[in-house]
C-alpha cells in the first residue's frame, strides 16, 4: 500500500522529465529542477522500507539482551532451533548489522541517482 502511493506519487514526476528530455528547446534549469524532483519521488518510494529496518533492528536488539533466538515471545510459523548466548548474540548483531546495511542503502541510492544524473545531464549540455 505505501509503495503503491509513493509509486503513484512518483510518476507524474517521471512522465514530466521524460515528456522535457524529448523536447531539445526545454530550459536546461528547468530540467535540472525536474530531475531533483524525480529523484525526490524516488527517495519517497524508499521511505516505507525503513519499517523492515526498524523492525530488523528492535529483533536484533531484544535477541541479543534475553540471549535468545528467536526472543521470548516471538510469534514462529513452525517449530524452530532456539540458539542461546554467544550464537543468540552472533545473529542478534547480525540482524542489527543488516538493518543498518538496508537503512544505509534505502538513504543513499536516491543521492548516488542524483550524482549520476547530474553528470549525465551535465554533459549532454
Excluded: C, K
Aim: charged share 15%; aromatic share 8%.
Amino acid at each position: 500500500m505505501r509503495a503503491g502511493l509513493g509509486f503513484a506519487a512518483a510518476l507524474p514526476m517521471l512522465l514530466l522529465l521524460q515528456a522535457n528530455l524529448r523536447n531539445p528547446t526545454a530550459n536546461s534549469a528547468d530540467l535540472l529542477a525536474q530531475i531533483h524532483y524525480a529523484i525526490a519521488a524516488i527517495a519517497i518510494v524508499a521511505l516505507p522500507m525503513h519499517w523492515p529496518v526498524r523492525w530488523l533492528w528492535q529483533l536484533g536488539r531484544a535477541t541479543v539482551r534475553t540471549e535468545r533466538f528467536p526472543p521470548p515471545d516471538t510469534r514462529v510459523v513452525r517449530d524452530t532451533p532456539v540458539l542461546h548466548a554467544q550464537a543468540a548474540r552472533r545473529r542478534g548483531r547480525a540482524l542489527q548489522a543488516f538493518a543498518v546495511l538496508l537503512s544505509m542503502t534505502t538513504l543513499l541510492v536516491p543521492l548516488a541517482l542524483s550524482w549520476i544524473v547530474a553528470q549525465f545531464v551535465a554533459q549532454l549540455l
